[in-house]
């Protein structure tokens, strides 16, 4: 999984921006911290914020949600030890992308702390994170019988046949002849996807039909009921039978 984290400038505008919010979420009896505003040296984390956020990014489990996209805003204080207190989420785009920001954070290595008129003094610090799920889903594939148009090749089956025999190579052995059968996706856009050899006749006939199929046309692909192209599994019989 990999995951997109907003670069420095980002940070500043919106430690800027977040601060006010977060003072009024600190409880009024923890109030024995500064602001980023007060500091005579800001906190900093150990390798510089880049490397915050490659900490961020190594241990985030984003979750698994197709087209999910947003920032998370949290806030914590930063204690004289480096250690990170009172973590919590201004604002999450929902599946449990706050509860993770709170557990990731609750594991992150101290931070060189801020001072204030040369004292090491507790720090409320706010920062986003930019969450991104760029793992691509696995989208489903359907049989033929769930598919309201079943996919076809161009011309027909006696096409397909006619297309792959001028590819076929046949083994040059005496008497060879049977019937392979082989099967394969279908992808939304016709190409050839997934390839099984479901049964062969041996001499690599099964990976022969395999070769001659992703070189055929593509297909014309199978479609629900509103017309939407989908992925469709297929099978076919494929006979041989030497020339000798």
């Not at 923890?30 to 390798?47: C, H, I, R, V």
């Not at 003094?121 to 598919?147: F, G």
């Not at 050899?197 to 009921?225: F, H, M, Q, S, V």
Request: aromatic share 10%.
């Amino acid at each position: 999984m990999t995951k997109k984290l907003l670069p420095l400038l980002s940070l500043l505008i919106a430690l800027i921006s977040f601060e006010i919010k977060a003072q009024k979420e600190i409880n009024s009896a923890t109030n024995d911290y500064k602001n980023m505003s007060e500091l005579d040296e800001t906190p900093a984390f150990p390798g510089g914020i880049q490397k915050f956020y490659d900490f961020i990014g190594a241990n985030y489990q984003t979750p698994k949600i197709q087209g999910l996209a947003g920032k998370i805003y949290v806030t914590f204080i930063i204690e004289k030890d480096g250690s990170l207190v009172d973590i919590r989420v201004l604002r999450d785009i929902g599946y449990g992308t706050g509860r993770e920001a709170i557990r990731v954070l609750q594991n992150c290595p101290k931070w060189i702390p801020g001072k204030y008129k040369g004292e090491t003094v507790r720090v409320l610090y706010s920062l986003p994170i930019n969450i991104e799920a760029t793992e691509k889903i696995e989208e489903k594939i359907y049989s033929v019988a769930e598919v309201f148009e079943k996919p076809t090749y161009p011309g027909g089956l006696q096409n397909f046949y006619k297309d792959l025999s001028k590819q076929f190579k046949t083994p040059e052995k005496v008497g060879l002849k049977g019937k392979l059968v082989i099967a394969f996706v279908i992808e939304k856009d016709g190409s050839i996807g997934q390839t099984t050899i479901l049964k062969d006749i041996g001499y690599g006939t099964g990976e022969e039909a395999i070769r001659c199929l992703k070189l055929n046309k593509k297909w014309i692909p199978g479609k629900l009921k509103d017309g939407t192209a989908v992925s469709t599994a297929y099978s076919l019989p494929v006979t041989i039978q030497s020339e000798n």
